[in-house]
């Protein structure tokens, strides 16, 4: 089966760093992604984590452990527009385009 | 280029009714996705195309649920009989394969949102 855990809720001020975290725990894994999903709006791709380490695409890093089942996003230079849902999503090994999401973090950016 | 397009972006119907929600892919895209999601969730896989077949219907629900990509290209989702609990928003993705033949990048569509009343 598949177990995906983040937390539900965060809240952060404009210009800080914050790092959401995801824990998985699956009976195949073959790479880790991040998607951000605003409001009301379909989730766009932002990260992919296959090997363990960190993964740096401008203001947003993703780090993977795949001994510890954890992986987590992080966001520097927060702006207003970074508010929306980070979705952790793990690929199946057994099926490369079967992905299993979890049920997302919510970002409150404040001013 | 366009992105993924979805049809209707909303539907509402009664509990009984059959219908039928469209996707087109991006132009190119071999591997197409349907989710489902709930409130307050992350997306729940349906089903996954490589090109004109369903490569993985693992999770669709049940028999009311089907999915066609006659051409490779768009792709229909059908519920029949609709419950009430079919109400969420469905997804569609497409990609295009990864060297390692597994997708990395999604594409998602806007969304249907489906209400059962």
């Known amino acids: 089966g598949q177990n995906i855990d983040q937390p539900t809720e965060m809240t952060a001020t404009e210009g800080a760093i914050v790092q959401i975290n995801c824990t998985y725990q699956?009976?195949?894994?073959?790479?880790l992604f991040w998607y951000q999903q605003h409001a009301g709006e379909a989730p766009t791709f932002l990260s992919y984590n296959v090997l363990d380490g960190l993964e740096e695409k401008g203001r947003f890093s993703s780090f993977l452990s795949r001994s510890k089942g954890y992986s987590y996003l992080l966001l520097k230079e927060l702006q207003m527009k970074d508010s929306a849902s980070y979705l952790c999503?793990?690929?199946?090994?057994?099926?490369?385009?079967?992905?299993?999401f979890g049920s997302g973090t919510k970002l409150n950016v404040k001013p | 280029g366009a992105g993924v397009s979805q049809t209707p972006s909303n539907k509402v119907t009664e509990k009984g009714k059959y219908v039928e929600l469209r996707c087109d892919p991006i132009s190119g895209h071999t591997a197409l996705y349907w989710y489902r999601q709930s409130l307050g969730q992350g997306p729940e896989f349906l089903i996954y195309?490589?090109?004109?077949?369903?490569?993985?219907d693992s999770g669709l629900p049940n028999d009311r649920f089907f999915a066609v990509r006659p051409e490779g290209s768009v792709s229909t989702l059908k519920i029949q009989r609709t419950e009430r609990g079919d109400s969420a928003v469905y997804l569609c993705?497409?990609?295009?394969?990864?060297?390692?033949?597994?997708?990395?990048?999604?594409?998602f569509g806007p969304g249907t949102r489906l209400t059962v009343l």
């Open positions: 195309f490589q090109g004109t077949g369903a490569a993985d």
């Open positions: 999503a793990v690929r199946s090994s057994y099926n490369f385009n079967k992905f299993y």
């Open positions: 699956t009976s195949g894994f073959n790479g």
């Open positions: 993705a497409s990609s295009s394969p990864g060297s390692s033949g597994g997708a990395i990048e999604q594409f």
